[in-house]
């Protein structure tokens, strides 16, 4: 439990300073594009193009960025595996604060009393997780939750895909909610993964989760990335919370038997959606004016 905690807490403070980092090269190489004149960077709905995306990716603190993003990886996979998804995809949701807070001085964005309301909602809320959680379930054979996350992950994302190519330059918050559903997918696919105890690299490579951790991290990053070059980065990371926190969460109570201490489920329930709530309260009041540069 306490390692499980510990590496949900990695993943949580590697994915908020990476969103920071990455929002900051998005908008350097936006503003960069713009000073040159270059052509290419957005689309006919306003949205960025591929040329845009990899631009900002190749920016030196969007890697910075990504390798934290490789840390949290590995912190929330070990999680994933140690502790209830409820606990785990909470725990690490709360990168939004991480996320507020560090934009205050590397993006300038202002947070008032209400924000840290909120902020304070979502450590309290994180608390009584903690104290409701009990041990998390195993995972599952049975083919159809396998197959079914491949499948799920491949038709949300190209349906993503295909969403921000329709809206253009309002689908900020499409792109990181659906970017969120990924990244719960790719969690449900690490508890299931079969061919780790004992390893084996050919089951492995024959179970569909192993492939759903590819499509949906990949998927989901590049997602991230567009949502990042379009709106803030507290309305983006918003989105993306409530996507990969419900998912795994009811998934994980429903199908692979995570609990909460005996008697305390409704504290555990109490918390999780207080936890919800209060992240996403902090992008939303976050949305304030940057301070003038």
């Known amino acids: 439990m306490l390692i499980g905690l510990a590496a949900a807490l990695l993943a949580c403070f590697g994915y908020g300073i990476s969103s920071v980092l990455q929002a900051y090269g998005a908008r350097k190489s936006a503003a960069d594009a713009q000073e040159s004149g270059a052509e290419g960077h957005v689309t006919a709905t ?3 193009t591929m040329r845009s995306t990899m631009a900002a990716v190749l920016t030196g603190a969007f890697i910075v960025g990504m390798v934290l ?6 912190g929330s996979a070990v999680a994933a595996r140690l502790i209830p998804l409820f606990l785990s995809q909470t725990l690490i949701s709360a990168n939004l604060v991480v996320t507020a807070v560090l934009g205050i001085f590397v993006l300038g964005i202002r ?27 195993g995972g599952t054979s049975d083919p159809a939750v396998h197959w079914g996350v491949l499948i799920g992950s491949v038709v949300i994302l190209a349906a993503g ?3 921000i190519r329709w809206l253009g330059a309002r689908a900020a918050v499409a792109a990181g909610l659906v970017a969120g559903v990924l990244f ?4 449900i696919a690490v508890r299931i993964l079969e061919g780790l105890n004992p390893f084996d690299i050919g089951t492995m490579l024959a179970d569909p989760a192993a492939w759903t951790i590819i499509v949906a991290g990949i998927g989901g990053f590049y997602l991230h990335t567009v949502a990042l070059q379009l709106g803030s980065v507290n309305g983006a990371t918003a989105a993306l919370v409530v996507g990969e926190t419900v998912i795994p969460g009811i998934v994980g109570v429903a ?15 109490v918390g999780f959606v207080a936890a919800v709530v209060g992240a996403v309260a902090v992008a939303v009041f976050g949305a304030a004016e940057p301070v003038a540069e």
């Open 46 to 48: 306003g949205g960025p």
């Open 69 to 74: 993003d490789i840390i949290g990886f590995a």
């Open 111 to 137: 947070l008032r009393t209400r924000d840290w309301t909120a902020i304070a909602t979502v450590i309290v809320a994180l608390l009584l997780l903690g104290l409701a959680s009990g041990h998390e379930g």
């Open 161 to 163: 895909a295909a969403l």
């Open 184 to 187: 719960g997918l790719l969690a």
């Open 255 to 269: 199908l692979l038997g995570d609990t909460a201490v005996p008697g305390l489920e409704w504290l555990a329930g």
